[in-house]
């Protein structure tokens, strides 16, 4: 897709989703940090219910690691993997609770070193908790970028890579959540609706597909 087909899809998904946010509540950037580990292989809302109740007792680094490990993967259990995420989640809040005076840091490079936190989870984080620019590719960000053309790579860092380029950085934070919320409600991964798709003249899989 070339830089102007690009530059009208972006302007198109600004209108239809011009509301979208990111779908996990919180109220801390430390909410939003253990909300997005337990993101991973589970949906926003059972993860929102989830934290429901975890939240309401635990939503600081000091409180988290009140809870043993056992207690901890009883109440995460219905997020799935919950051995490994509560392990995660209480290594991460002591790393917190000792090494950052229980603050979440803004960084890539100190995200990152986080027990269980991936590049997925930092951006997420960088860009909704402090409003730092920044493109978290997950699954929905990755097939849908690939499919209408904005990007080719075969994992999520070349993909986030090319998406640095091709989307202006004053858009990055909210072009995640274009994609997101397009890749959910029309350019689904079994079957894409392109019919009732806003951006099917710009994208590469209609055109392919439809012979245009």
């Not at 997925?120 to 960000?141: E, G, L, Q, R, Y």
């Not at 080719?152 to 090319?162: A, K, M, T, Y």
């Not at 919320?181 to 994208?203: M, T």
């Amino acid at each position: 897709m070339n830089k102007k087909d690009i530059d009208n899809t972006l302007k198109i998904l600004s209108k239809v989703y011009n509301e979208a946010k990111c779908a996990l509540n919180f109220n801390s950037a430390y909410e939003l940090l253990i909300a997005t580990i337990l993101s991973a292989q589970c949906t926003d809302v059972r993860v929102n219910i989830v934290t429901e109740k975890l939240f309401s007792k635990y939503n600081t680094p000091e409180k988290m690691v009140e809870l043993t490990d056992t207690e901890l993967q009883e109440i995460i259990k219905p997020c799935g993997f919950y051995k490994n995420k509560s392990k995660n989640i209480l290594a991460t809040s002591r790393e917190l609770l000792f090494n950052y005076n229980s603050q979440v840091p803004k960084t890539m490079e100190e995200l990152t070193k986080l027990p269980g936190v991936g590049r997925k989870t930092a951006n997420v984080v960088m860009s909704n908790a402090f409003n730092i620019p920044a493109i978290a590719v997950d699954t929905h960000v990755f097939r849908v970028s690939k499919r209408i053309g904005f990007a080719s790579g075969d994992n999520p860092l070349e993909v986030e890579q090319e998406l640095r380029k091709v989307i202006p950085k004053n858009m990055w934070s909210n072009a995640h959540h274009y994609l997101i919320w397009h890749g959910r409600k029309i350019c689904k991964a079994r079957k894409p609706q392109c019919e009732i798709c806003p951006i099917s003249e710009y994208c590469n899989y209609y055109k392919e597909n439809f012979k245009l």
